[in-house]
């Protein structure tokens, strides 16, 4: 008998599995039931969460962050939440770089954010002023219907 290879490897033999081998996650549905509106012109779909900083990132000052993206992958710094306020309001401010890279591309963003970096420094660049202002209008309306965001009591 013939050695085939299993194409479900990557998915540990169940190709429907919610988990992937490398870290990613996509988000949530709830999750994007809540950023979606406030982010209209994202595709959420493309999105993808993965714990841990890149090396390269951290040695780039992204050291001790909570949170660091590039294009559709958002690096967790801390641990993931899914489906929690906290991790609600963490994503949508990640998901909103993740549109400034879409509306500038890489080259651009990298450029536009590192000189507003130099000149305006970490709290006062306007990338983050945006990504501050959008996470926290989807916060404020997760405290204003109270309770659990997606209802599953985390």
Known sequence: MA????????????????????????????????????????????????????????????????????????YLGVPDAPDTKEGITLLTHEVTHSDQYRSMSLLGMGLSYGAMHLI??????????????KASAVRAQMDKAGGDPCGCGK
């Not at 169940?14 to 406030?38: M, Q, V, Y």
């Not at 595709?43 to 949170?67: H, R, T, W, Y």
């Not at 305006?120 to 202002?133: I, L, Q, S």
Request: hydrophobic residues 40%; proline residues 7%; aromatic residues 10%.
């Open 120 to 133: 305006f420094g970490y709290t006062n660049n306007p990338f983050e002023v945006d990504a501050r202002a």
């Open 3 to 74: 050695s085939r290879t299993n194409i479900y490897a990557y998915v540990g033999g169940n190709p429907i599995s919610l988990i992937d081998p490398f870290g990613l996650r996509a988000l949530t549905e709830c999750e994007k039931g809540i950023i979606g509106p406030h982010l209209p012109n994202v595709n959420l779909d493309k999105i993808d969460v993965q714990e841990g900083i890149p090396k390269i990132a951290q040695m780039f000052g992204a050291s001790g962050a909570d949170a660091w993206t590039f294009k559709n992958t958002i």
